[in-house]
């Protein structure tokens, strides 16, 4: 079984930046397509974005495509999310996830989860 933990959310000034860490345990972190999600007050989970199972390449929804960055360190089973140019439309609960898919943006498809951690845009 995977365990999934977030750390690094916290308040920042829109126009800033922050990173999210997402460390694995339990079973191989390269095993994974790996996603990060976003929860927002009173909207449903959406996709930001992941770093696909078979060729380690990033994805992104478009609201982020430009402005995140993902990355992974598979010697220490952790998937990062780098935020640059953050806004008040970024705050939310940010979730990271696993998924036996190469390749997936659909909540569904993602079997593991964390526990979440806050971001907060706010000047």
């Known amino acids: 079984q995977v365990q999934l933990v977030e750390s690094g959310g916290g308040l920042v000034q829109p126009g800033g930046s922050l990173r999210l860490s997402c460390t694995v345990s339990?079973?191989?972190?390269?095993?994974?397509?790996m996603g990060w999600f976003r929860q927002a007050p009173g909207k449903e989970r959406e996709f930001v974005g992941g770093?696909?199972?078979?060729?380690?390449?990033?994805y992104y929804a478009d609201s982020v495509e430009g402005r995140f960055t993902i990355s992974g360190d598979n010697a220490e089973s952790t998937m990062y999310l780098q935020m640059n140019s953050l806004g008040p439309k970024d705050t939310a609960v940010y979730y990271c996830?696993?998924?036996?898919?190469?390749?997936?943006?659909?909540?569904?498809?993602?079997?593991?989860w964390g526990q979440g951690t806050q971001v907060t845009v706010s000047s």
């Open positions: 770093i696909a199972r078979g060729d380690g390449n990033a």
């Open positions: 339990g079973r191989t972190y390269s095993s994974y397509t």
């Open positions: 996830a696993a998924s036996n898919y190469l390749l997936s943006h659909y909540e569904a498809d993602f079997h593991s």
